[in-house]
Protein backbone atom coordinates (compact mmCIF):
# COMPACT_ATOMS: atom_id res chain seq x y z
CA UNK A 1 0.00 0.00 0.00
CA UNK A 2 2.37 2.59 1.06
CA UNK A 3 4.83 1.80 -2.26
CA UNK A 4 1.73 2.49 -4.16
CA UNK A 5 0.92 5.33 -2.66
CA UNK A 6 4.26 7.92 -4.66
CA UNK A 7 2.80 5.64 -8.41
CA UNK A 8 -0.95 7.03 -8.01
CA UNK A 9 0.09 11.08 -6.89
CA UNK A 10 2.79 10.69 -9.86
CA UNK A 11 -0.23 9.38 -11.52
CA UNK A 12 -2.78 12.06 -10.62
CA UNK A 13 0.00 15.03 -11.31
CA UNK A 14 0.56 13.52 -14.66
CA UNK A 15 -3.57 13.82 -15.25
CA UNK A 16 -3.63 17.52 -14.80
CA UNK A 17 -0.69 18.17 -16.64
CA UNK A 18 -1.89 17.18 -20.16
CA UNK A 19 -1.77 14.49 -22.56
CA UNK A 20 0.72 15.40 -25.21
CA UNK A 21 1.57 13.43 -27.77
CA UNK A 22 -1.56 11.62 -29.59
CA UNK A 23 -3.36 12.97 -32.14
CA UNK A 24 -6.53 14.35 -31.15
CA UNK A 25 -8.43 14.05 -33.64
CA UNK A 26 -9.36 10.51 -33.88
CA UNK A 27 -11.93 9.33 -31.83
CA UNK A 28 -10.04 6.43 -29.87
CA UNK A 29 -13.17 3.67 -30.11
CA UNK A 30 -14.15 4.20 -33.31
CA UNK A 31 -10.37 3.94 -34.06
CA UNK A 32 -10.48 0.46 -32.91
CA UNK A 33 -13.39 -0.35 -34.15
CA UNK A 34 -12.46 0.40 -37.88
CA UNK A 35 -9.67 -1.58 -37.06
CA UNK A 36 -11.36 -4.61 -36.04
CA UNK A 37 -13.40 -4.29 -39.37
CA UNK A 38 -9.79 -3.81 -41.69
CA UNK A 39 -8.66 -7.19 -40.00
CA UNK A 40 -12.02 -9.08 -41.03
CA UNK A 41 -12.83 -9.32 -37.57
CA UNK A 42 -16.37 -11.05 -37.30
CA UNK A 43 -16.77 -13.12 -34.11
CA UNK A 44 -16.32 -10.95 -30.90
CA UNK A 45 -16.58 -11.87 -26.94
CA UNK A 46 -16.25 -9.45 -24.50
CA UNK A 47 -16.14 -9.05 -20.56
CA UNK A 48 -16.98 -4.87 -20.65
CA UNK A 49 -14.60 -2.33 -18.98
CA UNK A 50 -15.70 1.37 -18.94
CA UNK A 51 -13.05 2.77 -21.55
CA UNK A 52 -14.47 -0.42 -23.54
CA UNK A 53 -18.65 0.44 -23.37
CA UNK A 54 -18.34 3.07 -26.98
CA UNK A 55 -16.58 0.21 -28.52
CA UNK A 56 -18.63 -2.52 -27.60
CA UNK A 57 -21.64 -0.60 -28.45
CA UNK A 58 -19.88 -0.31 -32.23
CA UNK A 59 -19.62 -3.73 -31.82
CA UNK A 60 -23.02 -4.74 -31.05
CA UNK A 61 -24.40 -2.32 -33.59
CA UNK A 62 -22.11 -4.33 -36.51
CA UNK A 63 -24.63 -7.06 -38.47
CA UNK A 64 -21.23 -8.63 -39.88
CA UNK A 65 -19.75 -9.42 -36.53
CA UNK A 66 -21.36 -11.98 -33.84
CA UNK A 67 -21.17 -10.40 -30.29
CA UNK A 68 -21.14 -12.63 -27.10
CA UNK A 69 -20.73 -11.25 -23.63
CA UNK A 70 -18.95 -13.72 -21.56
CA UNK A 71 -19.30 -14.44 -17.98
CA UNK A 72 -15.73 -14.82 -17.61
CA UNK A 73 -12.61 -13.47 -19.58
CA UNK A 74 -11.54 -17.08 -19.69
CA UNK A 75 -14.42 -18.20 -20.91
CA UNK A 76 -14.34 -16.18 -23.64
CA UNK A 77 -10.79 -17.21 -24.78
CA UNK A 78 -13.01 -21.39 -24.98
CA UNK A 79 -16.03 -19.46 -27.13
CA UNK A 80 -12.84 -17.81 -29.04
CA UNK A 81 -11.14 -20.83 -29.77
CA UNK A 82 -14.41 -22.53 -30.84
CA UNK A 83 -15.54 -19.84 -33.14
CA UNK A 84 -11.85 -19.49 -34.63
CA UNK A 85 -12.14 -24.05 -35.28
CA UNK A 86 -15.58 -23.03 -37.50
CA UNK A 87 -13.93 -20.63 -39.58
CA UNK A 88 -14.41 -17.34 -38.01
CA UNK A 89 -12.13 -14.53 -36.99
CA UNK A 90 -12.13 -13.85 -33.26
CA UNK A 91 -11.63 -11.22 -30.67
CA UNK A 92 -11.86 -10.99 -27.46
CA UNK A 93 -12.30 -7.33 -25.34
CA UNK A 94 -11.24 -6.94 -22.03
CA UNK A 95 -9.81 -5.13 -19.14
CA UNK A 96 -6.27 -6.42 -18.19
CA UNK A 97 -7.57 -7.43 -15.15
CA UNK A 98 -9.15 -10.54 -17.13
CA UNK A 99 -5.80 -11.09 -18.27
CA UNK A 100 -5.22 -12.84 -15.33
CA UNK A 101 -8.72 -14.92 -15.56
CA UNK A 102 -6.97 -16.06 -18.84
CA UNK A 103 -3.50 -17.36 -18.49
CA UNK A 104 -4.28 -21.59 -18.39
CA UNK A 105 -6.41 -21.61 -21.33
CA UNK A 106 -4.11 -18.92 -23.51
CA UNK A 107 -1.11 -21.38 -22.99
CA UNK A 108 -3.30 -24.96 -22.57
CA UNK A 109 -5.25 -24.08 -25.79
CA UNK A 110 -4.29 -21.25 -27.87
CA UNK A 111 -0.69 -21.53 -27.38
CA UNK A 112 -0.65 -25.34 -27.29
CA UNK A 113 -2.63 -26.33 -30.48
CA UNK A 114 -2.16 -22.67 -32.50
CA UNK A 115 -5.25 -21.06 -32.25
CA UNK A 116 -5.24 -17.19 -32.93
CA UNK A 117 -6.83 -14.67 -30.86
CA UNK A 118 -6.70 -11.25 -31.22
CA UNK A 119 -7.05 -9.19 -27.68
CA UNK A 120 -8.15 -6.03 -27.07
CA UNK A 121 -7.35 -4.79 -24.24
CA UNK A 122 -8.36 -1.85 -21.68
CA UNK A 123 -4.74 -1.47 -20.02
CA UNK A 124 -5.54 0.25 -16.81
CA UNK A 125 -3.41 1.06 -13.78
CA UNK A 126 -0.82 2.99 -15.13
CA UNK A 127 -0.27 6.43 -15.70
CA UNK A 128 -4.12 8.83 -14.55
CA UNK A 129 -5.20 5.38 -12.92
CA UNK A 130 -7.67 6.61 -10.05
CA UNK A 131 -8.31 2.99 -8.71
CA UNK A 132 -5.89 1.57 -6.51
CA UNK A 133 -7.36 -2.07 -7.59
CA UNK A 134 -6.26 -1.41 -10.90
CA UNK A 135 -2.63 -0.85 -10.16
CA UNK A 136 -0.91 -4.38 -9.66
CA UNK A 137 -2.32 -6.00 -12.61
CA UNK A 138 -1.71 -2.75 -14.41
CA UNK A 139 1.82 -3.19 -13.82
CA UNK A 140 1.79 -7.36 -14.33
CA UNK A 141 0.29 -7.02 -17.75
CA UNK A 142 3.68 -6.46 -20.23
CA UNK A 143 5.65 -8.56 -17.53
CA UNK A 144 2.82 -11.15 -18.35
CA UNK A 145 2.20 -11.41 -21.65
CA UNK A 146 6.18 -11.71 -22.17
CA UNK A 147 6.41 -14.69 -20.01
CA UNK A 148 3.85 -15.87 -22.08
CA UNK A 149 5.82 -15.12 -25.26
CA UNK A 150 2.77 -13.34 -26.45
CA UNK A 151 2.95 -10.52 -28.81
CA UNK A 152 1.73 -7.09 -27.57
CA UNK A 153 1.51 -3.49 -28.72
CA UNK A 154 0.61 -0.43 -27.46
CA UNK A 155 -0.58 1.98 -29.97
CA UNK A 156 -1.66 5.44 -30.18
CA UNK A 157 -5.29 6.53 -31.73
CA UNK A 158 -3.92 7.75 -34.72
CA UNK A 159 -2.05 4.05 -34.90
CA UNK A 160 -4.52 1.85 -33.57
CA UNK A 161 -6.66 0.96 -36.95
CA UNK A 162 -3.98 -0.17 -38.49
CA UNK A 163 -2.01 -2.06 -35.84
CA UNK A 164 -5.30 -3.49 -34.70
CA UNK A 165 -5.84 -5.23 -38.65
CA UNK A 166 -2.00 -5.96 -38.56
CA UNK A 167 -2.16 -7.53 -34.98
CA UNK A 168 -4.72 -9.84 -36.53
CA UNK A 169 -2.74 -10.95 -39.15
CA UNK A 170 0.18 -11.48 -37.06
CA UNK A 171 -2.45 -13.59 -34.44
CA UNK A 172 -3.11 -15.52 -37.90
CA UNK A 173 0.29 -15.88 -39.63
CA UNK A 174 1.59 -16.78 -36.18
CA UNK A 175 -1.09 -19.27 -34.78
CA UNK A 176 -1.04 -17.59 -31.57
CA UNK A 177 -2.90 -14.66 -29.53
CA UNK A 178 -1.85 -11.33 -29.65
CA UNK A 179 -2.36 -8.77 -27.80
CA UNK A 180 -3.41 -4.58 -28.66
CA UNK A 181 -3.37 -2.57 -25.50
CA UNK A 182 -4.85 0.81 -24.84
CA UNK A 183 -3.94 2.67 -21.70
CA UNK A 184 -6.25 5.62 -19.91
CA UNK A 185 -4.26 8.12 -21.95
CA UNK A 186 -5.39 6.52 -24.91
CA UNK A 187 -9.46 6.37 -24.43
CA UNK A 188 -8.86 9.88 -23.21
CA UNK A 189 -7.50 11.39 -26.40
CA UNK A 190 -10.83 12.83 -27.61
CA UNK B 1 -23.12 -47.63 -16.30
CA UNK B 2 -19.22 -47.14 -16.62
CA UNK B 3 -18.06 -43.55 -18.07
CA UNK B 4 -16.27 -45.60 -21.08
CA UNK B 5 -19.71 -46.86 -21.90
CA UNK B 6 -21.38 -43.52 -22.06
CA UNK B 7 -18.50 -42.16 -23.96
CA UNK B 8 -18.78 -45.36 -26.60
CA UNK B 9 -22.60 -43.78 -26.99
CA UNK B 10 -21.70 -40.44 -27.40
CA UNK B 11 -18.81 -40.93 -29.85
CA UNK B 12 -21.59 -43.75 -31.81
CA UNK B 13 -24.47 -40.83 -31.61
CA UNK B 14 -22.13 -37.98 -32.57
CA UNK B 15 -21.10 -39.94 -35.74
CA UNK B 16 -24.63 -41.17 -36.34
CA UNK B 17 -25.63 -37.40 -36.60
CA UNK B 18 -22.39 -36.47 -38.42
CA UNK B 19 -22.20 -34.16 -35.50
CA UNK B 20 -18.63 -32.48 -33.81
CA UNK B 21 -17.47 -33.77 -30.64
CA UNK B 22 -15.28 -31.81 -28.19
CA UNK B 23 -14.27 -33.98 -25.79
CA UNK B 24 -13.24 -33.07 -21.90
CA UNK B 25 -9.28 -33.34 -20.64
CA UNK B 26 -7.75 -36.24 -19.02
CA UNK B 27 -9.48 -40.04 -18.94
CA UNK B 28 -12.29 -38.92 -20.77
CA UNK B 29 -10.20 -38.06 -24.19
CA UNK B 30 -8.01 -40.91 -24.01
CA UNK B 31 -11.22 -42.98 -23.23
CA UNK B 32 -13.07 -41.63 -26.22
CA UNK B 33 -9.48 -41.80 -28.61
CA UNK B 34 -9.53 -45.70 -27.89
CA UNK B 35 -13.16 -46.91 -28.36
CA UNK B 36 -14.61 -44.15 -31.32
CA UNK B 37 -11.67 -41.98 -32.85
CA UNK B 38 -12.99 -39.53 -35.67
CA UNK B 39 -11.59 -36.57 -37.14
CA UNK B 40 -14.75 -35.00 -36.02
CA UNK B 41 -13.73 -35.10 -32.80
CA UNK B 42 -11.34 -32.50 -30.58
CA UNK B 43 -9.57 -34.13 -27.53
CA UNK B 44 -9.05 -31.23 -25.50
CA UNK B 45 -5.36 -31.74 -23.66
CA UNK B 46 -5.35 -28.43 -21.80
CA UNK B 47 -7.48 -25.79 -20.27
CA UNK B 48 -9.77 -27.86 -18.15
CA UNK B 49 -13.24 -26.08 -17.99
CA UNK B 50 -13.20 -25.33 -21.42
CA UNK B 51 -15.18 -28.06 -23.01
CA UNK B 52 -18.62 -26.11 -23.22
CA UNK B 53 -17.21 -22.92 -24.14
CA UNK B 54 -15.57 -24.27 -26.68
CA UNK B 55 -18.37 -26.23 -28.57
CA UNK B 56 -20.70 -22.87 -27.61
CA UNK B 57 -18.10 -21.21 -29.80
CA UNK B 58 -18.14 -23.74 -32.64
CA UNK B 59 -21.83 -24.08 -32.43
CA UNK B 60 -23.12 -20.47 -33.14
CA UNK B 61 -20.15 -19.73 -35.53
CA UNK B 62 -21.49 -23.01 -37.89
CA UNK B 63 -25.03 -22.66 -36.86
CA UNK B 64 -25.53 -25.32 -39.52
CA UNK B 65 -23.17 -28.09 -37.92
CA UNK B 66 -24.54 -30.47 -34.83
CA UNK B 67 -22.20 -29.56 -32.13
CA UNK B 68 -21.75 -32.01 -28.84
CA UNK B 69 -19.61 -31.23 -25.75
CA UNK B 70 -18.51 -34.24 -23.55
CA UNK B 71 -17.52 -32.31 -19.84
CA UNK B 72 -17.15 -33.88 -16.44
CA UNK B 73 -18.88 -32.26 -13.01
CA UNK B 74 -15.62 -31.43 -11.64
CA UNK B 75 -14.65 -29.37 -15.37
CA UNK B 76 -18.31 -27.94 -15.39
CA UNK B 77 -17.95 -26.62 -11.70
CA UNK B 78 -14.68 -24.58 -13.26
CA UNK B 79 -16.49 -22.68 -15.73
CA UNK B 80 -20.00 -23.00 -14.13
CA UNK B 81 -20.85 -19.24 -16.05
CA UNK B 82 -21.01 -20.87 -19.21
CA UNK B 83 -24.38 -22.06 -18.13
CA UNK B 84 -25.70 -18.59 -18.08
CA UNK B 85 -23.83 -18.35 -21.67
CA UNK B 86 -25.65 -21.65 -23.40
CA UNK B 87 -28.71 -20.90 -21.56
CA UNK B 88 -28.55 -17.28 -22.90
CA UNK B 89 -27.47 -18.06 -26.76
CA UNK B 90 -29.50 -21.17 -26.38
CA UNK B 91 -28.24 -22.34 -30.42
CA UNK B 92 -30.01 -25.38 -31.16
CA UNK B 93 -27.55 -26.94 -32.79
CA UNK B 94 -25.69 -27.56 -29.45
CA UNK B 95 -25.96 -30.42 -26.80
CA UNK B 96 -24.06 -30.39 -23.88
CA UNK B 97 -23.47 -33.60 -22.21
CA UNK B 98 -22.36 -33.46 -18.68
CA UNK B 99 -20.81 -36.76 -17.46
CA UNK B 100 -20.97 -36.43 -13.67
CA UNK B 101 -18.91 -39.28 -11.66
CA UNK B 102 -19.05 -37.46 -8.30
CA UNK B 103 -15.39 -37.07 -8.72
CA UNK B 104 -12.28 -35.75 -9.82
CA UNK B 105 -11.42 -39.09 -11.97
CA UNK B 106 -8.19 -38.06 -13.52
CA UNK B 107 -6.66 -36.92 -10.70
CA UNK B 108 -7.16 -40.06 -7.97
CA UNK B 109 -11.06 -39.20 -7.81
CA UNK B 110 -10.98 -37.07 -4.93
CA UNK B 111 -14.96 -36.61 -4.33
CA UNK B 112 -16.70 -33.13 -6.23
CA UNK B 113 -19.18 -31.34 -4.96
CA UNK B 114 -21.83 -33.53 -6.75
CA UNK B 115 -20.76 -35.88 -4.52
CA UNK B 116 -22.07 -33.87 -1.39
CA UNK B 117 -25.13 -33.00 -3.47
CA UNK B 118 -24.44 -30.45 -5.86
CA UNK B 119 -27.29 -30.77 -8.51
CA UNK B 120 -25.89 -30.00 -11.84
CA UNK B 121 -29.32 -30.39 -13.86
CA UNK B 122 -30.50 -27.95 -11.25
CA UNK B 123 -28.44 -25.20 -11.70
CA UNK B 124 -28.40 -25.62 -15.65
CA UNK B 125 -32.32 -25.15 -15.33
CA UNK B 126 -31.50 -22.13 -12.91
CA UNK B 127 -29.42 -20.68 -15.32
CA UNK B 128 -31.78 -20.56 -17.67
CA UNK B 129 -31.24 -23.57 -20.17
CA UNK B 130 -34.78 -24.41 -21.02
CA UNK B 131 -34.07 -28.30 -21.84
CA UNK B 132 -32.62 -30.02 -19.52
CA UNK B 133 -32.30 -33.84 -18.97
CA UNK B 134 -31.21 -36.11 -16.69
CA UNK B 135 -29.99 -39.60 -17.90
CA UNK B 136 -29.95 -42.44 -14.99
CA UNK B 137 -29.32 -45.58 -17.63
CA UNK B 138 -28.27 -46.12 -21.05
CA UNK B 139 -31.42 -46.10 -22.32
CA UNK B 140 -32.23 -42.47 -20.93
CA UNK B 141 -28.94 -41.65 -22.27
CA UNK B 142 -29.62 -42.83 -25.74
CA UNK B 143 -32.66 -40.40 -26.08
CA UNK B 144 -31.00 -37.62 -24.58
CA UNK B 145 -28.59 -38.10 -26.95
CA UNK B 146 -30.56 -36.67 -29.87
CA UNK B 147 -31.53 -33.71 -28.06
CA UNK B 148 -30.60 -30.19 -27.61
CA UNK B 149 -29.24 -28.52 -24.29
CA UNK B 150 -27.89 -29.76 -21.79
CA UNK B 151 -27.91 -33.33 -20.06
CA UNK B 152 -26.53 -34.75 -17.01
CA UNK B 153 -25.69 -38.58 -16.82
CA UNK B 154 -24.39 -40.09 -13.80
CA UNK B 155 -21.85 -42.80 -14.11
CA UNK B 156 -19.47 -44.99 -12.12
CA UNK B 157 -16.29 -43.46 -11.43
CA UNK B 158 -13.11 -45.24 -12.04
CA UNK B 159 -11.20 -44.90 -15.31
CA UNK B 160 -10.55 -47.40 -18.34
CA UNK B 161 -7.09 -48.42 -18.82
CA UNK B 162 -6.61 -46.95 -22.05
CA UNK B 163 -3.59 -45.30 -23.50
CA UNK B 164 -2.56 -41.48 -24.04
CA UNK B 165 -3.63 -39.65 -27.34
CA UNK B 166 -1.35 -40.75 -30.19
CA UNK B 167 -1.82 -36.96 -31.93
CA UNK B 168 -0.53 -34.25 -31.55
CA UNK B 169 -1.96 -31.29 -30.71
CA UNK B 170 -1.74 -30.00 -34.33
CA UNK B 171 -2.70 -33.31 -35.59
CA UNK B 172 -5.84 -32.81 -33.14
CA UNK B 173 -6.32 -29.27 -34.51
CA UNK B 174 -5.77 -29.79 -38.13
CA UNK B 175 -7.87 -32.72 -39.03
CA UNK B 176 -11.13 -31.51 -36.89
CA UNK B 177 -10.68 -28.02 -38.80
CA UNK B 178 -10.97 -29.98 -42.07
CA UNK B 179 -14.21 -31.62 -40.93
CA UNK B 180 -15.69 -28.62 -40.00
CA UNK B 181 -14.39 -26.21 -42.94
CA UNK B 182 -15.22 -29.25 -45.84
CA UNK B 183 -18.65 -27.82 -45.07
CA UNK B 184 -19.98 -24.87 -47.38
CA UNK B 185 -20.01 -22.11 -44.86
CA UNK B 186 -24.09 -20.35 -44.30
Redesign the interface.
Known amino acids: MRAILPFLLASSRQRFNGLAGYDINMNPSRAVYLGLRRAGIDFVTSVPCVNLQELLGLVEADPDIIHLPATREEEGVGICAGAWMGGRRPALLMQNSGLGNCINALASLDLLYGIPLLMIISHRGGRGESIIGQVPMGQLTVPLLEAMGIFHLSPSPAEAEEAVAEAWKKAESGHSPVAVLFDLDFWRSL | MKRIEAIAMAGLAAADQDALL ?1 CNIGYPSRELFSVSDRPEN ?1 Y ?19 PE ?1 RVMVLDGDGSLLM ?1 L ?2 L ?2 IAH ?1 APDNYLLVILDNCCYGSTGSQPSCTRLGTDLAAMARAAGVRRVRRAEGREELAEALLEQGVVVARVEAGNAHVPIISLS ?2 E ?2 ER ?2 RC ?2 SAP ?1 S
Open positions: IFMLGSMGMASSIGLGLALARKNGSASYPKILFMVLQ
